[in-house]
């Protein structure tokens, strides 16, 4: 009897994360596991997932309260403030889950009966527990989770919903103890963001009068949006480095295609709402989803591709209510090329966007993850999703023969 008890809890915890959720850690009690992986490369993994994490935030989806005078406006913000702070506070263990998961680990759950006796045991004894535990090739548990793609599957509820912490315990975290004071989102005052130039302020959609040509030192892109809602598709300018903005140069580093806007412009007979943008050349990244008051950054690897002046480029159709249950892109660009006047010219010019997977941005939003379209290739030097292939499962396939012994000198 316990032992269909067993297979029944630990066959639930393998269908606690499902695809594309991307708001609610692993149930039960867990641990991250990579074959071959030290001990030492789990923790940095960790502590860098920690630090990415803080500075993720869950929108305020408490409803508005009216409180007179200020004595009462100062009470609401506090309180508001704190059900915020809980909330950042349960929403920690997903990103950090995501995080590993797109950097190759496995989410494995112990026997709930082996699980909780674990969580029992002081820091020490927890960490000796769980540290031949991290690199095994055939993990202790049941693999609950593992890398998916899952931020391409559309499950509105699992990615644009609050935080649902629901793991027991987060054992080989837990056995790292508090994380450093270096690790802790930094109490000092940052330093002045630099200035936003008028010139560098995001573009809104061109206008049908505006679609018979290209701004100068300029490309345009397009994008399509089916269904209805509050959903949206941002996309960013990839900068000169990690800490230098796009927008730095003046120009724009961003745009946000979303449905329904005041200005459109609508391509004859096609389904949804085909927009286009005049942008400035450079290569430029699927950044986030977003939708109601709900950000899934793809900070952790995003598709993206070169646009140069004179271009025109179909970004793709994006769908959050795909019946073939994908968000998108869709890169079936015929229908849209009506978007532009037939004696432009622009229409016949449009080329879908060649993506390449693999561009990493700063994280923001309520949760991260990373994005893949299949069948295209990867940025150079990129090692997430599923490029961050494990160790050989075979150690000793792994280690190199030993030389074999000279042979004899001949007499």
């Known amino acids: 009897m316990r032992k269909l008890c067993l297979a029944a809890a ?3 915890a393998a269908s606690s994360a499902t695809a594309g959720d ?22 940095a993994d960790v502590r860098a997932c920690r630090a990415m994490s803080a500075r993720l935030h869950q929108p305020d989806t408490s409803p508005a309260v009216y409180a007179p005078g200020l004595a009462g406006a100062i009470g609401a913000a506090i309180g508001k403030a704190i059900v915020m702070a809980m909330n950042d506070a349960k929403a920690r263990p997903v ?19 082996a699980g909780e006796a674990a969580d029992k045991l002081d820091t020490a004894a927890k960490a000796a527990r769980i540290a031949p535990l991290i690199g095994a090739v055939e993990p202790e548990g049941t693999i609950v989770r593992v890398f998916d793609n899952d931020a391409a599957t559309v ?23 508090d994380p450093p004071d270096s690790d ?26 505006q679609l018979g040509e290209i701004p100068a030192d300029s490309a345009l892109v397009v994008v399509n949006l089916q269904g209805v809602g509050a959903f949206s598709v941002n996309f960013e300018r990839v900068g000169p480095d990690a800490k230098t903005p796009a927008w730095a140069d003046g120009r724009p580093g961003a745009f946000t295609a979303a449905q329904p806007l ?34 899934a950054s793809l900070c952790l690897g995003a598709p993206s591709f070169e646009a140069a002046a004179g271009d025109v480029i179909y970004a793709g159709s994006f769908d959050p209510a795909s019946p073939s249950n994908r968000i998108g892109p869709d890169m079936m660009l015929e229908p849209y090329r009506a978007v532009f006047p037939a004696l432009s010219g622009l229409g016949d010019k449009m080329r879908a966007a060649t993506y390449v997977n693999g561009a990493t941005g700063p994280c923001n939003g309520a949760y991260m993850y990373a994005l893949e379209l299949p069948e295209r290739p990867f940025a150079e030097g ?3 999703g599923s490029k961050a292939q494990p160790a050989p499962a075979d150690a000793a396939a792994a280690t190199p023969a030993p030389a074999p012994a000279p042979a004899p000198a001949a007499l």
């Open 184 to 209: 802790k989102p930094s109490k000092e005052k940052p330093a002045p963001a630099p200035k936003l130039a008028k010139s560098a302020r995001p573009p809104s959609p061109l206008k049908p009068e």
């Open 155 to 177: 499950q509105t509820s699992g990615m644009f919903s609050p935080a649902r912490n629901t793991s027991k315990a987060r054992l080989s975290v837990d056995a790292m103890g």
């Open 22 to 43: 991307l708001g609610k850690t692993s149930d039960g009690y867990t641990y991250f596991n990579k074959p071959g992986a030290q001990l030492a490369a789990h923790d």
């Open 10 to 12: 630990m066959a639930a």
């Open 382 to 384: 990129y090692a997430f």
């Open 95 to 113: 990103n950090v889950e995501n995080c590993m998961v797109v950097r190759g680990w496995r989410v494995v759950a112990l026997d709930p009966v």
């Open 262 to 295: 005041k200005a459109t412009a609508v391509a004859g007979g096609a389904g949804g709402t085909t927009l286009v943008y005049a942008v400035p050349p450079g290569q430029w990244r699927i950044s986030s989803f977003h939708a109601g008051l709900f950000m």
